[in-house]
């Protein structure tokens, strides 16, 4: 290659969505099924939350409104997770590139609680960090603007700017959903930033048109579920609670009633618990996830990337020992996790820390260390050892 080709492929822009590198597929290939398994990866359960976001997520990198969602979900069940699979989707998968601006930011950060105002500008900043990284060294103005047009947003405890906190009006969550709600109906920001023009760097403002960005709210709404089911139950409200059979292991057959949040949602009740009617018209769907039953508890430990369990075979690895752990005991911890339902997948942490500190204290000493044929070293976590932590 000459040394003028071989510069001019350095000063080559880098790839837009309108005009994918060579050997990319276009976006509109990479349809949701393949985004929801890439999703999987780092999220389990929670399919059905995944499937909306797989959508969401192909209509926008497809230049379509993407429709934006709300995630309720009780702590612990995944909603910071899907977050951040969300950015590491667009950062693994080469064709989307163009959309890496990417940014999980909390509602509280959006507004300035001393003057009661909306903040933009602290977003657009995040954004704008990220965008640089798209849009490659000395970037001119346009190719800025279509990377921070290009973003997705990620606002993260969003019930916590409810307009009604513990019974009181709470006029900051007002601000902050209003505020927001004007992003999400597509505004016109002027925003400064400094971009290259004809080879030189300035200070220029950018008309930002906020329509095309993806908006991603996520929170536990704490006392949603026993605010719906008071209303539900209440005499007179005209509902009932649903009815299920359940067929027993000796054949019987017996009707039991169950409330389901999923079942018995109304926006109204969003309402009621804080959320301006305005705001909530904006999301395409609100979608509830689902508590972790045992099982997929079970599979988080085994398998997710943040498991404490993986994090500590990680550790082993390193100074060459395997650490497995039986069946057994991967059931009893997740059971034992299932029974704090307030924390989620939080509450495998202190089980799995409680047994694997021992171990790692001062694993060359430990009884269960074993040598192993071919070199190096196994420990095995064994239905015991999580018996006797699990006992205490
Ligand atoms: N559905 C899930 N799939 C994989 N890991 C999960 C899931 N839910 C929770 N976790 C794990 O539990 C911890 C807390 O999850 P997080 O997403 O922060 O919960 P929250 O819903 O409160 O935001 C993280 O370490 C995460 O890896
Ligand atoms: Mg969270």
């Known amino acids: 290659m000459s040394p003028a080709a071989d510069s001019n492929a350095a000063l080559a822009e880098p790839p837009t969505a309108d005009a994918p590198a060579a050997g990319l597929r276009p976006c509109e290939q990479i349809r949701p099924p393949e985004i929801l398994q890439e999703l999987e990866r780092g999220v389990l359960g929670q399919d059905r939350a995944l499937r909306y976001v797989a959508v969401a997520i192909f209509k926008h990198t497809t230049g379509k409104v993407p429709g934006n969602l709300l995630m309720i979900g009780n702590s612990g069940t ?15 998968v080469p064709e989307y590139q163009p959309f890496r601006a990417v940014t999980i930011i909390n509602a509280n950060l959006l507004v300035d609680a001393d003057r009661l105002e909306f903040r933009p500008d602290r977003l657009l900043k995040a954004v704008e960090q990220r965008a640089r990284s798209v849009a490659g060294p000395e970037p001119s103005p346009e190719r800025l603007k279509q990377a921070i047009e290009r973003a997705t947003i990620c606002v993260d405890e969003i019930d916590k700017m409810s307009s009604v906190l513990a019974g009181k009006p709470n006029a900051l969550g007002v ?4 505020g927001l709600l004007t992003l999400m109906e597509g505004e016109q920001l002027a925003y400064p930033v400094h971009a290259w023009v004809d080879g030189e760097e300035k200070l220029v403002t950018l008309e930002i048109d906020t329509k095309h960005m993806m908006f991603i709210c996520g929170g536990a709404f704490e006392g949603l579920y026993d605010q719906v089911y008071a209303r539900v139950t209440k005499p007179g409200s005209g509902e009932k609670l649903k009815t299920k059979t359940i067929r027993t292991a000796e054949g019987q057959v017996r009707i039991e009633t169950y409330f389901s949040l999923a079942e ?15 705001f909530m018209a904006r999301f395409e769907k609100v979608v509830l996830l689902d508590d972790l039953s045992i099982d997929v508890l079970r599979q988080i430990l085994l398998k997710s990337f943040d ?3 993986v994090r500590a075979q990680e550790f082993f690895r390193v100074i ?14 997740a059971e034992q996790a299932a029974k704090d339902s307030r924390t989620g997948a939080r509450a495998l942490r202190p089980i799995v820390s409680e047994i694997i500190n021992p171990l790692e204290f001062d694993p060359w000493n430990h009884p269960a260390l074993e040598r192993l044929d071919g070199g190096g070293y196994r420990m095995t976590i064994t ?7 699990i006992k205490k």
Not at 264 to 278: I, W
Not at 320 to 330: K, P, Q
């Open 78 to 92: 995944g909603k910071t997770t899907i977050m951040n699979n969300i950015q590491r989707l667009y950062n693994e």
């Open 175 to 178: 601000v902050l959903q209003q």
């Open 264 to 278: 018995s949602l109304k926006m109204r009740d969003l309402f009621t618990f804080g959320m301006v009617p305005q």
């Open 307 to 309: 498991s404490p369990l």
């Open 320 to 333: 060459d020992i395997e650490l497995t752990i039986d069946d057994l005991a991967a059931s009893l911890i």
């Open 383 to 389: 239905a015991d050892m999580a018996r006797a932590v």
